[in-house]
């Protein structure tokens, strides 16, 4: 059971580490007093989808790891974060 729990974990890694870098990057063109906010709801809603993103890479491939799920990775993370800066100017 344990091991099950790491190997999902582990799976689900790299997408919470892109959303660990995209968050910020996001986060900092908030309004001063709403960029903690700001910084954990892009944290969580990039995660959540790299998350879909390798859990779906997963079933359709039949394993994990293979270089076209991290390929969509970060064209869906860039795609998703792109959407979620829109039209943002300061």
């Known amino acids: 059971m344990l091991a ?6 582990n ?5 919470w580490g892109v959303a660990a870098l995209l968050a910020p ?4 063109r908030a309004l001063p007093g709403t960029r903690a906010r700001a910084l954990l709801a892009h944290g969580a809603w ?4 790299g998350s879909a993103v390798m859990v779906a890479g997963l079933v359709l491939q039949g394993r994990d ?3 076209v799920t991290y390929a969509a990775l970060v064209a869906v993370m860039g ?3 792109a959407w979620r800066d829109r039209g943002r100017t300061r």
């Open 4 to 9: 099950l729990f790491w190997h999902g974990l």
């Open 11 to 15: 799976l689900v890694a790299p997408a």
């Open 25 to 28: 990057a996001l986060a900092w």
């Open 46 to 49: 990039l995660g959540l989808t």
């Open 65 to 67: 790891g293979r270089m």
């Open 79 to 81: 795609a998703l974060a």
